[in-house]
C-alpha cells in the first residue's frame, strides 16, 4: 500500500499558507466536495490522501501516528504531550504561523522581571493573601513544565476558555501563560513579558508521524512527496 495521509490545517490564514506550499510546488489541492469539506486531494500525486483538521487535532494524530505527515504549530506538538517532539520528525520549517509562547505578568509588577522574581512572588503569596498564586493559560503541559524548570511549584493554573490576556485585569487570574505574535494584545492589556519568559519560539511545521506505518511502497510515496517540496528525506 502505498498511499499517505497528509492533514492541514481546516481553517484560516495558516490553512491558506499550508496550501500554498503544495500549490508552489506544482502540487494544488483540490476539495471535491467544495470548500467546507474535509477531504481533499493532491492534483499530481493520487496516492496522496488530503484531510481538513484542527490544528491541535493535527498535532495529536500525528504523534499518535494516525495520520501521516502534516502541518501544525511546533507549540502545539509540545503541548499535546510530553514526548511529542519525539514521536514526529520535522522535515520543513515553514516561516509562517510564528508566535512565542510566553510567561507575562502585570506591568505593575515592578519588581518582577525575570523567572527568579517570579519564584520568590510565588513561594510568599500564600501567605501575603491567602491563597495559591494564579497563572490562567490555555497551555497547561508547556507551563507544568516551564514552572518545574525554574523551581516554581506553588502556584495553581486557571485553565483559560476566552481571552487570556484579559485574566489579570478581570482578576481571573494574577499572570499568564500565552502565545503571542507582536505583543500588541499583551501591551494592551497592561501585560508585558518576562526577560527569561520566552518559553518556546514556534512556527508552522511540516512534520512526519514516527508511529506511522512505513512499508517501502509508502515510505517511496512520502519522499517522492518531499522531494517536489524541498523537504529533507524521511526514513
Excluded: C
Amino acid at each position: 500500500m502505498s498511499t499517505i495521509m497528509l492533514a492541514l490545517p481546516s481553517k484560516g490564514r495558516i490553512q491558506e499558507d499550508a496550501v500554498k506550499v503544495f500549490a508552489d510546488a506544482g502540487l494544488p489541492i483540490e476539495r471535491p466536495g467544495g470548500a467546507r469539506s474535509y477531504l481533499g486531494e493532491m492534483v499530481g500525486m493520487p496516492d496522496v490522501v488530503v484531510r481538513f483538521l484542527s490544528a491541535s487535532e493535527i498535532a495529536r494524530e500525528l504523534i499518535r501516528g494516525t495520520i501521516d505527515i502534516g502541518i501544525t504549530g511546533e507549540d502545539l506538538i509540545h503541548e499535546t504531550a510530553e514526548m511529542g517532539p519525539s514521536q514526529i520528525e520535522i522535515v520543513k520549517r515553514l516561516g509562517f504561523g510564528r508566535a512565542d509562547a510566553v510567561v507575562a505578568v502585570p506591568d505593575a509588577w515592578i519588581d518582577v522581571t525575570a523567572m527568579d522574581d517570579l519564584s520568590d512572588v510565588a513561594a510568599d503569596f500564600r501567605a501575603r493573601h491567602g491563597r495559591w498564586l494564579k497563572v490562567a493559560t490555555k497551555f497547561v503541559n508547556l507551563t507544568r513544565r516551564h514552572f518545574a524548570q525554574a523551581g516554581i511549584a506553588e502556584y495553581r493554573i486557571v485553565e483559560s476558555l476566552g481571552a487570556t490576556e484579559a485574566a489579570p485585569a478581570s482578576g481571573a487570574a494574577d499572570l499568564i501563560v500565552d502565545i503571542t505574535s507582536t505583543g500588541s494584545t499583551l501591551k494592551a492589556n497592561g501585560l508585558r513579558v518576562l526577560e527569561d519568559g520566552v518559553i518556546l519560539k514556534s512556527e508552522s511545521l511540516l512534520m512526519v508521524a514516527r508511529n506511522a506505518e512505513w512499508p517501502h511502497e509508502k515510505l517511496a510515496t512520502l519522499n517522492a512527496l518531499l522531494d517536489r517540496i524541498g523537504a529533507a528525506r524521511f526514513g
